[in-house]
């Protein structure tokens, strides 16, 4: 049987053995995606490609439609998540270091360019979010059965500009300070759970207040009574760990929906 | 579009276009539907982005555009890979500046080189530890001068201490134990204490350097900076 064969090409024979091994064989567990069957079979397989669709209609991946905002985004994320990952590496989040460890990002680490990558990656990020709402509200793709999704995506939405938010106070430069200061003043009116919101006097223990400025919203935000070390220290970890957790989980099903809902809607 | 393909080959001046760029033979304009096989198409050798794309975007437009300067195929041909060399220059470079990125230019520890008062501020025969936890070093004085230890143990890396009552250099990691001189004599440790260069300075001061150093088991330690003479 060997010998009726014709001798076959050294680059085609090593081919051969290496998709053979055992290593190969159990990354790669289908042919090549030449047929429909591969096809759905390397969407299936892949813990990855498998929260996206197997088929989409032609005319929902066109640019004019989708804008790509919802990709774009997911990439800002991505490009969030490693700049971000490479700033931890220099940046600590203390009182005494971290405006001087931002300063020294910028003059002296090697790259003095990626704490910027990171501050333009969220601008856009914010503004991509928001054109991807727009797209999404304008081609009615929000309606049933996706109306879910967009709940999902309502929530991503505010997650987006809790990771702008916490993150600005990062630099600990006055700006910093006083706009956390300002924007967690806000959580003093909270209703019930804000000392100066309204309904908060309705906890109580006879004369004894439950809610006040060092029990209330704002002090479990800042860990303080003011913009200090616990502030700095509890932005720092949902800016790094905690919102980032949430959203990349929550990414997940809004990606994974997309292809539970029949994939990307088709134009009006 | 069919229209446009007739305009096109009408347009096309006899005896065919002009030459290609590097190499290729001239261009004829294909007939209008015979189109995209490659067995149909003439110019394959000078191909370089594929049968169906070339006769799809050159079958009815390129002798048109021709008349301007620039086929779309030349223009291809050299944006393609100019554009893909751009890209991969740029993703490597964005690589090579993210690893250069995790290597800091300005360090927050002690440095390697220090100076460390005058030869009177040392007492014979004594092991001063005002050093060690600035910069890891000990500084000996003994009858003959100074040499300087390096208060890392050579089995695992720890940081030994001076025990003046034992007269000796105990380490707390696994017991290594090294006389005055730095030589081991007891515990795990498998050779002396480093040495690191001991020189005087212009203004008198002695001045001690870790990133030079002398290991006894080299026959090191005879050399002229790693004993200061007095």
């Not at chain 1, 051969?16 to 390397?42: C, K």
Request: glycine share 10%.
């Amino acid at each position: 049987m060997a010998t009726a064969k014709p001798p076959q090409p050294f680059l085609s024979r090593t081919w051969d053995y290496i998709t053979e091994t055992q290593i190969w064989r159990s990354i790669f567990r289908h042919g090549m995606p030449a047929n429909n069957r591969n096809r759905v079979l390397v969407v299936m397989s892949n813990v990855f490609l498998h929260l996206h669709p197997v088929k989409i209609r032609k005319s929902g991946i066109r640019l004019k439609f989708t804008w790509c905002m919802g990709g774009l985004t997911f990439f800002l994320f991505l490009v969030e998540t490693f700049t971000g990952l490479l700033l931890m590496f220099y940046y600590r989040p203390t009182v005494a270091y971290a405006y001087m460890d931002i300063i020294d990002l910028a003059e002296q680490v090697p790259l003095g360019i990626m704490r910027e990558i990171h501050r333009w990656g969220a601008h856009a990020m914010v503004i991509t979010v928001w054109l991807h709402m727009f797209r999404v509200f304008m081609t009615g793709s929000y309606k049933p059965p996706r109306e879910f999704n967009w709940n999902v995506g309502v929530i991503l939405l505010v997650l987006t500009l809790l990771l702008s938010f916490t993150g600005y106070l990062l630099p600990w430069d006055q700006l910093a300070i006083w706009a956390i200061t300002v924007g967690s003043n806000m959580a003093r009116a909270t209703p019930v759970l804000g000392h100066e919101g309204p309904g908060s006097q309705l906890l109580a223990l006879g004369d004894v207040k439950m809610v006040h400025a060092g029990s209330d919203a704002r002090f479990a935000l800042l860990g303080g009574r003011f913009v200090g070390e616990g502030a700095l220290l509890r932005f720092y970890v949902l800016h790094c760990v905690g919102i980032p957790l949430v959203a990349g989980i929550l990414m997940a099903v809004h990606f994974w929906r997309v292809r539970k809902d029949g994939g990307i809607s088709g134009p009006l | 579009m069919a229209d446009e393909k007739e305009a096109a080959a009408e347009a096309t001046p006899p005896g065919g276009a002009k030459p290609g760029p590097v190499g290729s033979p001239p261009m004829t304009p294909l007939e209008p539907g015979t189109g995209a096989t490659p067995a149909a198409q003439p110019y394959g050798r000078s191909n370089t982005i594929g049968p169906g794309i070339v006769s799809a975007a050159t079958a009815g437009k390129a002798p048109a555009a021709e008349r301007e300067g620039v086929s779309r195929r030349s223009f291809m041909k050299w944006s393609l890979p100019v554009g893909w060399v751009a890209f991969s220059a740029a993703c490597a470079s964005s690589l090579v500046a993210t690893a250069r990125f995790l290597f800091p230019n300005v360090l927050f520890e002690p440095p390697q080189s220090f100076k460390a008062g005058f030869p009177g501020e040392y007492n014979v025969g004594e092991v001063d530890v005002r050093w060690k936890d600035a910069y890891g070093v000990w500084i000996v004085r003994n009858p003959e001068g100074f040499y300087a230890l390096i208060a890392v143990c050579t089995h695992l890396g720890c940081s030994p201490n001076w025990l003046p009552a034992e007269n000796k250099f105990k380490c707390p990691c696994h017991g290594s134990g090294f006389y005055m001189t730095g030589v081991n004599f007891e515990g795990p440790a498998p050779r002396p204490l480093e040495r690191a260069r001991i020189v005087l300075a212009d203004d008198g001061q002695i001045l001690v350097d870790k990133s030079v150093k002398f290991q006894s088991e080299k026959g090191e330690w005879t050399k002229p900076e790693a004993f200061l003479k007095v």
